[in-house]
Structures are given as structure tokens and as C-alpha cells.
């Protein structure tokens, strides 16, 4: 590949990855007659298109030149299937030179994110969509940051756009009350995706980092926008404490790092000052469970060390979160090392009757954990071998393995 073709193809995938949500959502504005299929087709022969004339010469404004290209090919598309054109809304010549002169508002890409809210969809028909048209993957990177197969990506794909199609998702925007009223599934769709990316641990570390930045961005829009609330600052400074840790979270041999062998002067001090501005700003009568959460990451970012970390007050924030068994094992373990041993293995113990999390990972790899810090190594081996069946992770397997060799096993 030459230099100059690779350089075409960095510029086509910049802003596939910035418009192509956007671009199909106006042709769908465009054109009655442009069904979700056609105008998904439309876009990506615009892409393929730009390579191709790219190569002759760079257009002077590109973003320009793929919406104009897009719009000639519905143009055409609609004239060759001998249908009627019945524009919706379709911009006069002079206006489209106007809005095809730059990028669109900024707002374009919010009014997507709250499209994808629709509150008919299950959160993770939600979640994949607003990967697919808010922040534009392609269905492999979907695929991928979320630990599923391509094959079983495109399938909920192909049931999400019949859905889409039915209801008119993309088209039709919704008022901003109506919006306002579908805060908290946005909230809970950008939760979803930067939990996706801050728990991934299949190695992938370019790609979880791209999933947290997204969900900040998409944050960040919403705060800037005036159409967020104390949660959406909460939500915000979470997502800041936490990717504040990312540098730290692996070894130089991409080992996975428990938060107590963690180097803290790795973590970035600009991240965890600005989680706590908003942090700050967050303040209110009705606290959502994002206020609690953002507490606690506030006390480990803020910590000198793990030992001196505030565990008796980041057990008490945890008791605002139950009931609920993920959560009841990260109270566990903040009991355990607020000296409360004795009743931190009470509930981790109880937790492995459930049928259900007796084969999760995360509670039987902190069992071995926390056996093996009281000295009990038969039973911490127990516990971590149940985890070499529980996990398909890299990282987590290595790390489990090395917790095993220092048992000697």
C-alpha cells in the first residue's frame, strides 16, 4: 500500500467514524422513500467512492464532498427505481451548500444519542446501536468491545433495524422534553458502554480505551448541550476517576494489577482534579446511584495508599446500592479491609449459593484472594481453580495463573 493511499484511507476512516450515523440519519430526513437498508448502502458506496476519487485529488473539504456525494447517489437511487420523489423536508440547492460547507452542529450527534434512547428497545439493542450510528463502529469493532461474535453482532443488528425502520428511530427526533424524559436511559446506555471498555480485559487496550473516551465524549456533549442534571456531572466524574487508573491497571508485560499492586504515581492527577470539580457540581436532594458511585471512585483516586484508603466510609456507600449481588461483593470486600473479616466472608459465602454467581469470576477470584491473605492456601486454591473455567479472558487467565504459581500449584 502506498503512502498516499494509506493516508486516504486514514482520512475516509476519520470520517466514517465521525459521520456515518449522521449521514445516514439525513438521508433518512432526506427521502421518504430511503428505507434504513438503502440508506446504510448509500453511505458506504459514498466511502467507497471517496477512495477511489480521493486518489486523484483530496476534494479542499471532504466532509462537503461525501454529503453531496451521498445525497447525488440517493438522488439517483430514487430516479433508477422510477419512484416518485417525495422529499421530507429536503434541503433547496442553496441551503444544502450552506449545511454541506462544514461539519454539521454539534447537536446532530446528541439528537442520535437520544433517538437511540428509545425506551421500546432493550438496553442492549440500545447500547449496539448507539456503537452503530452515534458513535459510528463498524460491526467488527461492535462485535468485538462488547464480547460477541461478527455473526451474532450483525443479527441483533438486523432485528434492531427492523425495529428502527417500524418505528422511525432515526428519523424522528424527539422534543426536548421528550428528551429530557429520556435522560436516564442515555445515562444508562454511556454507563453501559464505559463499563464495556473499563472491565474489558481481553487485551485489547486500544479499543477499551476508545469505548471510555466515547462515553466521556458523549457526556461531555450532553453537560455542554445545558440538557443535563446532577446525575449526568456524577456520571461524568466516574467515568474521570476511573480512567484516571487506566496507565496503571497493567504491567509492562500486560499483566492485569489488582488496585493494591498498582503504581499510583501513574495515575493521572489532571483526571482526578477534574472528577472532582464536576464531582462538586454534582451536588443535590435526589442522589442517583451514580452520586454513590462517583464517591467511592473519589475515595480510592484520592487515597494515599490502599491501605490508608477510607474502606469503613466506601462500605457504607455500598449499602446505598443494594440489593444487588455484584454489589454485595465489592461490600464484601470493602468490609473485609475495614477490619469486619469475619462478616465479609458471611456474604461472599452466602453469594456462592446462588447457582448463578457461584460460576462468576470476579466473586471467586476474590475468595481465593482474600483466603489467600488470611493463610489459608487450600482453600484459596480451590476458589482459583474454579476460575480457569469461568473466564475466556487472556488476562484474566494469566493473572489467575500467576496467583496459583505463588501458591505453588
Given amino acids: 500500500m502506498s503512502e498516499l493511499h494509506h493516508q486516504l484511507q486514514q482520512e475516509a476512516d476519520y470520517l466514517y467514524k465521525q459521520h456515518f450515523g449522521r449521514m445516514v440519519a439525513f438521508l433518512l430526513r432526506f427521502s421518504k422513500d430511503i428505507d434504513l437498508d438503502t440508506a446504510e448502502d448509500l453511505v458506504q458506496d459514498t466511502f467507497a467512492a471517496a477512495l477511489t476519487h480521493w486518489e486523484k485529488q483530496l476534494p479542499d473539504k471532504p466532509v462537503a464532498w461525501i454529503y453531496s456525494v451521498c445525497r447525488n447517489k440517493a438522488l439517483n437511487k430514487l430516479r433508477d427505481d422510477k419512484k416518485m420523489l417525495r422529499l421530507h423536508q429536503a434541503p433547496e440547492p442553496e441551503e444544502a451548500a450552506i449545511n454541506f460547507s462544514g461539519d454539521f452542529p454539534d447537536d446532530e450527534q446528541l439528537r442520535l444519542l437520544f433517538a437511540c434512547a428509545h ?120 467515568m474521570l476517576f476511573n480512567a484516571a487508573r487506566f496507565k496503571a491497571r497493567f504491567d ?103 447457582a448463578f454467581m457461584s460460576n462468576y469470576y470476579l466473586l471467586n477470584a476474590t475468595l481465593g484472594k482474600l483466603y489467600m491473605q488470611e493463610g489459608d492456601h487450600a482453600q484459596a486454591a480451590v476458589y482459583y481453580s474454579k476460575t480457569l473455567t469461568q473466564t475466556r479472558s487472556a488476562v484474566e487467565l494469566n493473572y489467575i495463573r500467576k496467583m496459583l504459581s505463588k501458591l505453588n500449584l
Fill in 119 to 238: 425506551p421500546d428497545l432493550a438496553p442492549k439493542v440500545q447500547v449496539v446501536i448507539t456503537l452503530k450510528y452515534v458513535v459510528n463502529f463498524k460491526v467488527a469493532a461492535i462485535a468485538g468491545s462488547l464480547g460477541m461474535t461478527i455473526d451474532g453482532a450483525d443479527k441483533l443488528l438486523l432485528r434492531a433495524r427492523q425495529k428502527i425502520k417500524e418505528e422511525k428511530i432515526l428519523l424522528v427526533t424527539p422534543a426536548r422534553e421528550a428528551m429530557r424524559q429520556r435522560l436516564p436511559i442515555v445515562h444508562k446506555i454511556i454507563y453501559l458502554i464505559f463499563n464495556e471498555g473499563h472491565t474489558s480485559a481481553e487485551g485489547k487496550v486500544l479499543l477499551r480505551e476508545e469505548l471510555c473516551e466515547e462515553a466521556l465524549i458523549l457526556t461531555k456533549a450532553i453537560l455542554d448541550s445545558q440538557m443535563g442534571n446532577i446525575d449526568t456531572y456524577a456520571l461524568y466524574a466516574l
Fill in 252 to 354: 509492562d508485560e500486560g499483566a492485569l494489577l489488582d488496585l493494591g499492586e498498582q503504581d499510583r504515581s501513574l495515575w493521572n492527577q489532571d483526571l482526578i482534579r477534574l472528577g472532582t470539580h464536576y464531582f462538586n457540581m454534582a451536588k443535590g436532594k435526589q442522589l442517583s446511584s451514580y452520586h454513590f458511585e462517583a464517591y467511592i471512585a473519589y475515595l480510592h483516586s484520592t487515597a494515599s495508599s490502599f491501605a490508608g484508603t477510607d474502606w469503613k466510609k466506601i462500605a457504607q456507600l455500598y449499602r446505598h446500592l443494594l440489593p444487588n449481588p455484584f454489589v454485595e461483593l465489592n461490600y464484601a470486600i470493602a468490609l473485609y479491609y475495614a477490619g469486619e473479616r469475619n462478616s465479609a466472608f458471611d456474604i461472599l459465602l452466602a453469594l456462592q449459593r446462588s
